[in-house]
Nanobody
Framework: QVQLVESGGGLVQAGGSLTLSCVASESIFSFNVMGWYRQAPGKQRELVASITSGGFTNYVDSVKDRFTISRDNTKNIINLQMNSLKPEDTAVYFC???????????WGQGTQVTVSS
């Protein structure tokens, strides 16, 4: 069973920065897409950023130019660098990995990010 372990969440003031990391228990080359989702209280989980095995990235409009997703294939890690954080970025952030073969989708346990105004 693939395990994804997130770290790096915490409390930060508006305008600050945090870096989230997600370590996979197997080579991230086995996943077609990895990404970060977030879920705020009372809201649906939404995709924040994703990165393909080929390195192509995608961001939700609200985080473009503030967040950067990256991958380190040698360490089986993906990172989410979050700058200029806003109170509306407050949520639980989840790491996600997807592949074609079954089981196809994996989730981390989530890490809390709280941005104070």
């Amino acid at each position: 069973q693939v395990q994804l372990v997130e770290s790096g969440g915490g409390l930060v003031q508006a305008g600050g920065s945090l870096t989230l990391s997600c370590v996979a228990s197997e080579s991230i080359f086995s996943f077609n897409v990895m990404g970060w989702y977030r879920q705020a209280p009372g809201k649906q989980r939404e995709l924040v950023a994703s990165i393909t095995s080929g390195g192509f990235t995608n961001y939700v409009d609200s985080v473009k130019d503030r967040f950067t997703i990256s991958r380190d294939n040698t360490k089986n890690i993906i990172n989410l660098q979050m700058n200029s954080l806003k109170p509306e970025d407050t949520a639980v952030y989840f790491c996600n990995a997807r592949r074609i073969r079954l089981p196809s989708t994996f989730w981390g346990q989530g890490t809390q990010v709280t941005v104070s105004s």
